[in-house]
């Protein structure tokens, strides 16, 4: 396992806000994470990194990448996992590149981070080749671009580039398409596929839209409101989900269920229990349709298919 | 790009009305002051009839308005003031005279504020919330809120008259006959003939001559400094760029000064820009007179007790070109050191 | 907690702590004179006495060169500095406030104009700008609050116009304009409420600034002359004597640091609570 979580807890400002999460990465696969904006997924990804923000605390029992204890990590150990054995990608790459610097500047600096022993244009030509990776045209003039004069998809291919830079094998990607129009999200996409695949990293991949979950990853998990819902293999999920919410967000896809094309699409009334919030019981209980008195105890993730790691945190 | 260039030719017609205004205003000086102009620009006491007749002749009082006043900016673009009522000496080589002082003074007093006042900041903003954070931005808001003359006072009282470790008043010791090369004390006893004379000690004077004076107009920009870097570090620290600079697994080091600190200067340099001049010139208007140091603040202090028109007249004049291209280079400065702002200002 | 139940519309924070500064110094300068017999002009026998701590046989804070007691010279500065600053503060927030309102509302020429003024003014250090203008009128205390109410008037100038501009281009109030509203009603109803926190904080550092440069003016000789119990004037007064007693020299320079200190802390706490936004110019 490249990544190894049990029973993950965050705080937010000393309340309960993502409750005991567990899960895993294996070398090479696709993790991929679903839910409502506001559940928590970039928390997650922010404690994996060890990125988060102030009044922000993570506990577990055990958590481990790349081999690493993280539970055990010092500052030192962070920033060696962060500068070689993880990456991460962010949801807006437009305001995650430095207005102030180059690209230049920025990629050669993950580069000379990873690989200490390339000289001056070693580095460069090394930063050439991995925008060439990540489809970067003229990457010669490119390199001397501002943030600014990029396009979305374009800063957001300057971001994959300076990611896989240290060759990690684990990358951690917190909806990496859902600041690009459409068909830019579908190269960005494809891009991440490719290079999983000539790398053998592992991707741990975070979207509120189940289409591309279902297109790019082997294992999903649903999360809603702080907690993980259902997690399994993503045809089992999508094909047959457990949990209500899954359903409704499957019923949710345009152009699913069987629905003739121009019907109604199928919503999921209500909103969002706020993750720090306590509640008796199932935290989806009050949307649910299908709620009854057995809802009002807490919820534990059940085992549904003993070989396929399939669980749902519903009774049904 | 050319949208931007419209945006900066758009500023720099305001920065030229302001201009315009600065010379109505010194122009206007003199005709609103109650008396009689001539009279206020030749002096009143010991005027004789022809030099009455002469000033009446250059002011053209008895000619309109609009070629009054084209007169009076035609002399001053030629560097023409008119003389001083006290002195009977050219107002212009009067004041250029003490524009050295004043400008040795102050970029001291600035130099000490950035060296202090910004890694304050930035102290402040890093361990923000902490007893450090605390300490600084309370000495912060003291220095903000502190009287420069009376800070003046207390410094000497300390330093001088308490410790006796430096002198009280001017530039350099009366003992020293340092001639005046650069007009910049600093400079000029560095020059080989001093030297030759005096060694190092004429230096060493000057040096001690400026530090109380220095420390004293440093104060309330060094408050601002730390103010400013403090909320500008702040507001970048928590962008989502400093974020992939951690993820990328660099140095907390690296990632306040490189990626962080380069950012949140934006803000501190545009105030920087106006604080060299509040502090030039408002802190050498009292930080002079305190430390009788002979740069043009104290020459203006004394001009207004003289009712010395003609040298009130100029300095508003110098003194507002100076700010205006002060200004101007800031904002130039501003969209070279951000090149993400210029593209925005022009979208 | 307390405050905000009694209605007490106070700061926060450090903020509270100016605040009741200043409620002390008001105190001092407007509720002492009334129940001690104090006066800032009456010569003592005893000149440059030093300070008593039995304020019943000697005066509290000593006595001045001329005899005359420092406690109630500091007492008297303190009515004064404030009183002259409420005048200076009033004066330029009506004025600044107007002419900010005409600026953002109606806009055109008239915006122009306004604010190649206020650039004027701002372009010259305040100061400078007050010794000229206390040049052209003549020095004394009179002309210092004239000049002084000048140079604060462009900091509610700007506030008010940002506002105004702001406003004016949200919908609702394109909203009004469209049924009829005069632009006059919409100043009132629509800009004129949300002017008020932004002007709020303004007045309260505009009060400081006041005070500081009416100090600077005393202190210069330009300002208040010396009989004045001004705390300006008392420093400059008490600069020959700063080797042999120094305390007239600290003392009026404490009380005018108090004062600003409270009114920064005010303004800067209150800023934070009612406009986290706003930046200090
Ligand atoms: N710095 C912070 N301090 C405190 N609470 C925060 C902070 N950042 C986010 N939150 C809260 O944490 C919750 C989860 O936020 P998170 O960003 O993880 O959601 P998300 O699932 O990534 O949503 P999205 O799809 O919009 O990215 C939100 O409800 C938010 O209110
Ligand atoms: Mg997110």
Redesign the interface.
């Known amino acids: 396992m490249i990544l190894s979580v049990e029973d993950l807890c965050i705080d937010i400002a000393g309340k309960p806000a993502l409750r005991s999460l567990t899960f895993s990465v294996a070398a090479g696969e696709v993790l991929g994470v679903v839910g409502e904006s506001g559940c928590g997924k970039s928390m997650v990804n922010l404690a994996l990194m060890g990125l988060l923000p102030d009044g922000v605390t993570a506990s577990a029992l055990r958590m481990s990448a790349c081999g690493v204890d993280l539970l055990r990590a010092g500052s030192r150990d962070w920033r060696a996992l962060r500068g070689g054995g993880m990456a991460m990608i962010f949801q807006n790459p437009m305001s995650a590149l430095n207005p102030c610097l180059t690209v230049e500047r920025q990629l050669l600096e993950s580069v000379r981070r990873a690989r200490a022993d390339l000289d001056r244009s070693a580095a460069r030509a090394e930063a050439l080749r991995l925008l060439d990776r990540v489809g970067i045209a003229h990457a010669g003039a490119r390199l001397k671009s501002y943030p600014h004069e990029l396009s979305g998809g374009m800063a957001q291919r300057i971001m994959i580039a300076m990611a896989v830079a240290a060759g990690p094998q684990l990358l951690i990607a917190d909806e990496p398409t859902t600041a690009l129009d459409v068909t830019v999200q579908a190269q960005i996409l494809q891009l991440l596929e490719e290079i999983r695949r000539d790398t053998g990293m592992a991707l741990l991949l975070v979207s509120h839209d189940i289409g591309v979950i279902e297109q790019c990853a082997h294992r999903v998990q649903v999360m809603y409101s702080g907690q993980i819902v259902e997690s399994g293999a993503v045809d089992a999920v999508i094909g047959s989900p457990r949990h209500p919410y899954t359903r409704g967000l499957v019923a949710a896809q345009p152009g699913r269920s069987g629905m003739p094309p121009k019907s109604r699409l199928a919503t999921i009334e209500g909103s969002v229990i706020p993750i720090t919030e306590e509640v008796d019981g199932c935290r989806f209980r009050p949307r649910c349709v299908r709620a009854d008195h057995r809802c009002l105890q807490p919820q534990p993730m059940r085992q549904i298919e003993t070989h396929s790691q399939r669980g749902s945190r519903c009774h049904w | 790009m050319d949208i931007f260039r419209k945006a900066s030719c758009r500023r720099l017609l305001?920065l030229s009305?302001?201009l315009l205004?600065?010379t109505l205003?010194a122009f206007f000086?003199i005709r609103?002051?109650?008396g009689d102009p001539v009279l206020l620009l030749i002096g009143e006491r010991g005027s004789d009839p022809a030099q009455y007749r002469e000033m009446a002749m250059r002011l053209g009082l008895e000619k309109p308005l609009v070629a009054q006043y084209l007169q009076f900016v035609g002399s001053a673009l030629q560097g023409d003031f008119g003389v001083s009522v006290v002195s009977h000496q050219g107002v212009i080589g009067e004041l250029l005279a003490r524009w050295p002082a004043t400008i040795e003074l102050g970029v001291s007093a600035l130099l000490i504020a950035c060296a202090v006042g910004i890694p304050a900041g930035v102290a402040a903003a890093v361990y923000r919330n902490s007893v450090l954070d605390y300490l600084i931005m309370t000495v912060s808001?003291?220095g903000?809120?502190?009287?420069?003359?009376?800070?003046g006072?207390?410094l000497?009282?300390c330093f001088s008259?308490g410790l006796d470790l430096t002198p009280v008043a001017g530039r350099i010791d009366i003992l020293y006959d340092v001639p005046p090369a650069t007009g910049f004390m600093l400079v000029d006893t560095l020059m080989p003939q001093v030297i030759e004379d005096y060694g190092l000690s004429a230096f060493g004077s000057a040096l001690g001559h400026l530090v109380l004076p220095a420390l004293t107009m440093a104060t309330v920009p060094l408050a601002v400094f730390a103010r400013t870097t403090r909320?500008s570090m702040l507001e970048v620290l928590?962008?989502?760029?400093i974020?992939?600079?951690?993820?990328?697994?660099?140095?907390?080091l690296r990632v306040v000064w490189?990626?962080a600190f380069?950012?949140a200067l934006i803000p501190v340099v545009t105030v920087g820009g106006v604080l060299f001049?509040?502090t030039v010139?408002?802190g050498a208007?009292?930080t002079e007179?305190i430390f009788a140091w002979p740069g043009v603040g104290r020459y203006?202090?004394n001009s207004?007790?003289a009712?010395d028109?003609p040298v009130?007249q100029a300095?508003?004049l110098l003194?507002?070109v100076f700010?205006?291209l002060v200004?101007g280079l800031i904002e130039y400065f501003y969209s070279a050191?951000?090149?993400?702002i210029g593209?925005?200002r022009a979208g | 907690m307390l405050a905000d139940r009694m209605g007490l519309p106070l700061p926060g924070g450090w903020g509270n702590i100016g605040f009741l500064v200043l409620a002390c110094l008001l105190a001092l300068g407007f509720v002492f004179p009334l129940l001690l017999d104090l006066s800032p002009y009456r010569m003592g026998s005893e000149l440059l006495q030093a300070p008593s701590w039995n304020p019943l046989s000697a005066p509290l804070l000593g006595t001045d060169d001329l005899g005359r007691d420092m406690f109630a010279r500091l007492v008297y500065g303190a009515r004064c500095s404030l009183g002259i600053g409420f005048v200076v503060v009033t004066v330029s927030l009506v004025v600044g406030v107007g002419l900010g309102l005409l600026a953002g509302v109606y806009g055109g020429w008239l915006d122009t104009l306004i604010m190649r003024l206020v650039d004027l003014l701002m372009c010259l250090p305040s100061i400078l700008l007050a010794i000229v203008i206390v040049a052209v009128l003549g020095s004394g205390l009179g002309n210092a609050i004239v000049a002084v109410t000048i140079i604060g008037i462009p900091r509610f100038v700007r506030v008010v116009r940002a506002v105004a501009i702001q406003e004016m281009q949200k919908t609702y109030v394109t909203a009004a304009f469209a049924s009829g509203s005069s632009r006059l009603r919409v100043l009132c109803t629509e800009v004129l409420p949300n002017c008020v926190p932004p002007v709020i904080v303004q007045a309260a550092l505009g009060f400081s600034d006041a005070i500081l440069e009416i100090a600077a003016l005393g202190f210069l000789g330009l300002g208040a002359k010396p009989p004045v119990a001004e705390w300006g004037a008392m420093l400059a007064d008490a600069r020959p004597f700063i080797e042999s007693h120094p305390l007239l020299v600290v003392m009026p320079g404490v009380c005018i640091l108090l004062t600003v200190l409270s009114f920064n802390l005010v303004g800067d706490a209150l800023r934070d609570r009612l406009d986290p936004k706003m930046e200090r110019q």
């Open positions: 305001e009305t302001t205004g600065v205003l000086l609103l002051a109650p808001i003291f903000y809120s502190i009287p420069v003359f009376w800070w006072l207390v000497i009282l008259i909320s928590s962008e989502d760029y974020r992939t600079a951690r993820a990328k697994g660099l140095s907390e490189r990626h380069r950012n001049v509040t010139i408002t208007i009292l007179t203006i202090v207004v007790y009712r028109y009130i300095s508003i003194i507002g700010v205006i200004n050191i951000n090149p993400a593209g925005r």
